[in-house]
Nanobody, 120 residues
Framework: VQLQASGGGLVQTGGSLRLSCAAS????????MYWYRQVPGKQRELVAA???????NYADFVKGRFTISRNNAKNTVYLQMNSLKPDDTAVYYC???????????????WGQGTQVTVSS
């Protein structure tokens, strides 16, 4: 199972970006999907989560600005980021709980990370 994240880049304060993360491989089912972020010297922090049924949760620092969504047919999770601030600058990672054709229990898989830089 692999997760491929994309969509990061450089944007000015107040701008928008949309991240995508697609899961592929010998997937049986995909459960919860997440977006995390990390800046150098700090722990990775949870940004948003979404269940397979579409229920969502957000960190307080992104509520009202970011939206997580998913396409179950494509095993893909998205993060629409609006009203971006310099403090949002980080490497963004996706994570998914996946059962595969080899491992029947849900296991965590991480994407490779995509850099988001917000200039002031």
């Amino acid at each position: 199972v692999q997760l491929q994240a994309s969509g990061g880049g450089l944007v000015q304060t107040g701008g928008s970006l949309r991240l995508s993360c697609a899961a592929s491989g010998s997937i049986f089912s995909v459960g919860h999907m997440y977006w995390y972020r990390q800046v150098p010297g700090k722990q990775r922090e949870l940004v948003a989560a979404i269940t397979s049924g579409g229920s969502t949760n957000y960190a307080d620092f992104v509520k009202g600005r970011f939206t997580i969504s998913r396409n179950n047919a494509k095993n893909t999770v998205y993060l629409q980021m609006n009203s971006l601030k310099p403090d949002d600058t980080a490497v963004y990672y996706c994570k998914a709980k996946v059962t595969s054709l080899v491992v029947s229990a849900y296991s965590d898989y991480w994407g490779q990370g995509t850099q988001v830089t917000v200039s002031s």
